[in-house]
């Protein structure tokens, strides 16, 4: 079995396109590690060649007060996007060359929604606490 050359925690989907943003897909992600090799990228069973890579995006972003990184690798068939830690740097241990650009963390329909019930939830608690008096 061969020992890849990086080897680190990620959360990975295949059903985002363009820059990260929050949405339901990151809800049901891949939870596995990702694992550079020379010729190629792992992550559980998805195995990425080098040449089968068209363009390789590294966001920067924040989530919530985190900086945090969102690989995002295009190849003929699938786009896949790998979130990481603030700590794990990954730029120069590809396999393949990618681009860097600062982004600011979107939203989907889903992630607004789900905020706005959360902040109705806590509104109509604090309601009924302050008339509970």
């Not at 924040?62 to 699938?78: A, C, H, I, W």
């Not at 241990?93 to 681009?99: E, G, I, Q, T, W």
């Not at 706005?116 to 606490?129: E, P, Q, S």
Request: aromatic share 14%.
């Amino acid at each position: 079995m061969e020992t890849p050359a990086y080897r680190c925690w990620t959360k990975a989907t295949n059903a985002e396109l363009g820059p990260p943003r929050r949405s339901a897909h990151w809800l049901v992600a891949r939870r596995d590690w990702f694992c550079v090799f020379q010729d190629r990228i792992e992550c559980g069973d998805w195995i990425i060649r080098r040449e089968d890579v068209g363009e390789a995006v590294l966001y920067r972003t924040r989530s919530l007060f985190m900086p945090v990184s969102v690989l995002s690798v295009l190849t003929g068939k699938e786009t896949f996007q790998f979130g990481f830690n603030p700590w794990v740097r990954i730029r120069d241990r590809l396999p393949f060359d990618v681009r860097e650009e600062r982004v600011t963390m979107r939203h989907s329909a889903f992630s607004l929604v789900t905020r706005g019930v959360i902040c109705a939830y806590l509104l109509f608690l604090a309601a009924r606490w302050w008339l509970s008096r």
